[in-house]
Structures are given as C-alpha cells and as structure tokens.
T-cell receptor, first 117, second 110 residues
Framework: DGGITQSPKYLFRKEGQNVTLSCEQN?????MYWYRQDPGQGLRLIYY???????QKGDIAEGYSVSREKKESFPLTVTSAQKNPTAFYLC????????????????FGPGTRLTVL | QKEVEQDPGPLSVPEGAIVSLNCTYS??????FMWYRQYSRKGPELLMY????GNKEDGRFTAQVDKSSKYISLFIRDSQPSDSATYLC??????????FGSGTKLNVKP
C-alpha cells in the first residue's frame, strides 16, 4: 500500500525539550511538507522540501527545524524555542513540479498530536 | 485579509439534507479550487477540485466557482452521517503551496 505514515500518533513533551516527529512516504514523491493545524486556523505551512537535501521555510518556521536526507523521509524537530507547540501536525507529499499540471495534489499523513505538559 | 476565508461552523443538519459549504478568496488570479475532507483525528484527503468558473459534479457532491464574486461552494446532496467531517477549501498559489481555509465542521444527524 502506498501512502504517508507519521509517528507517533500522540506525543507529549515537557517544557524545554526538543522532540522529533517522523514522516515517511513510499509514493515516490519529490516534494514533502509540514503543516500545523490549530482549531479555527486551518493549515499553516511550517517547512517544505522540493528535493532531497533542500528545504524552504514556510509561513511559521520559527522554533522548528527539518532535514531531507532521503527522498522518502522528512522529519520535523520541534525545538524548545517554539513557544506554543501544542497542535496537530500534518505531513504531506506531492509529485514534482516538472511532472505535474498547474497544481500538485497534496497527499496527507494521519497526523501527530503534540501536547506540551 | 486572509487569502481564503471560510465559515468555521459547526454546521448540523439532519440526514438527507442538502448541505452548502462556502469559501471566499481574495485574489482574482486564482484558477484552481480544491475541497479537502478531514475526518476527526485524521489527515485531509482531496475530495474535488475545479478549474476556473462553473460546476463540477461527482456523485452527491458538486463544487461550484463564481469568479465574479470570488466565491466557491461545495454542495452535498442527500447528506449521510458518514459525511460528518471538517471540509477545507484550498487554493494553490504556486506549484507547491496552498492557501487553506480554516475548515467548516459538518455534523449530519441520523
């Protein structure tokens, strides 16, 4: 089955800790994304990557970091610098721009709910 | 002003009702319009997309775009309890990035 997996499903963090959220896809997609979803605010883009070893900041990158060492993996680290990290985090992927039409459908993982204790 | 605005609801309807979900957008240059459905504690999944103006129908779902008023709608006919979810409108603004609405939570009561 092709798809996107995220782990863990639920994550609890103490104040001052860094935590890393996993995202893996076996769709052979070039582009991957991280979103944060808060009640009433929709999806906000944290980081995105169009190709291995390259990534760009989204709208709310402060307090987060990413890496893209492999095509299928795009982990997100929530650092202690993120002041309000409690949220639902969604990872997505899409095919490359060069092989798509005018837009890329994004396929989403099941999400990770992070709670700061 | 947000690029895409959506009434958060919640919207509660009886089974079999016709549901209308709506978004407005700010940039007249937008050409593609998408609707995602998100069940509770799950990731969103693409439901439908439309290009430019007009209607697109898929079973009980109809997506409609009115570019003159910058208004997009999703209609659900004969709504079912299984349609209970949050519906997000989305507009791609370059090849890789989207503006998402805040989502409307729909509850269809049996």
């Amino acid at each position: 089955d092709g798809g996107i997996t995220q782990s863990p499903k639920y994550l609890f963090r103490k104040e001052g800790q860094n935590v890393t959220l996993s995202c893996e896809q076996n769709l052979n997609h070039d582009a991957m994304y991280w979103y944060r979803q808060d009640p009433g605010q929709g999806l906000r883009l944290i980081y995105y990557s169009q190709i291995v070893n390259d990534f760009q900041k989204g709208d709310i990158a402060e307090g987060y970091s990413v890496s893209r060492e492999k095509k299928e993996s795009f982990p997100l680290t929530v650092t202690s610098a993120q002041k309000n990290p409690t949220a639902f985090y969604l990872c997505a992927s899409s095919i490359s721009v060069q092989r798509a039409g005018p837009y890329n459908e994004q396929f989403f993982g099941p999400g990770t709910r992070l709670t700061v204790l | 002003q947000k690029e895409v605005e959506q009434d958060p609801g919640p919207l509660s309807v009886p089974e079999g009702a016709i549901v209308s979900l709506n978004c407005t957008y700010s940039n007249s240059a937008f050409q593609y319009f998408m609707w995602y459905r998100q069940y509770s504690r799950k990731g969103p999944e693409l439901l439908m997309y439309t290009y430019s103006s007009g209607n697109k129908e898929d079973g009980r779902f109809t997506a409609q775009v009115d570019k003159s008023s910058k208004y997009i709608s999703l209609f659900i006919r004969d709504s079912q309890p299984s349609d209970s979810a949050t519906y997000l409108c989305a507009v791609p603004y370059n090849f890789n990035k989207f503006y998402f609405g805040s989502g409307t939570k729909l509850n269809v009561k049996p």
